[in-house]
């Protein structure tokens, strides 16, 4: 089973980027799916989660009307659309799949850089 994030970069504040999360090795379609992130010297934080009807997600208040997840089950990805970046976005983010507990997941990617210039 893997879990790939792509789509990272860098970014001047204001600015958008979309990461993706391929997942492959079995289906994901009914799992749960979310992204984390973690900036350095912070602790990792869940941006955003979605079911996988993809009718009900969860957001942090930080990312709140910035960001948007949603997902593709056909595909076996997931998306975070980032609006109006800030520089306090600058981390590695994580895909995870198959939520255990809100902190605990079965499958995380090895993170994708996102880097917001002031």
């Known amino acids: 089973v893997q879990v790939v994030e792509s789509g990272g970069g860098l970014v001047q504040a204001g600015g958008s980027l979309r990461l993706s999360c391929a997942a492959s090795?079995?289906?994901?379609?009914?799992?749960?799916m979310g992204w984390f992130r973690q900036a350095p010297g912070k602790e990792r934080e869940v941006v955003a989660t979605?079911?996988?009807?993809?009718?009900?997600?969860d957001y942090a208040d930080s990312v709140k009307c910035r960001f948007t997840i949603s997902r593709d089950n056909a595909k076996n990805t997931v998306y975070l659309q980032m609006n109006s970046l800030k520089p306090e976005d600058t981390a590695v983010y994580y895909c995870?799949?198959?939520?255990?507990?809100?902190?605990?997941?079965?499958?995380w990617g090895q993170g994708t850089q996102v880097t917001v210039s002031s």
């Open positions: 995870v799949a198959d939520r255990i507990t809100n902190k605990n997941w079965r499958y």
């Open positions: 090795g079995r289906t994901f379609s009914r799992s749960t």
């Open positions: 979605i079911t996988w009807t993809g009718t009900s997600t």
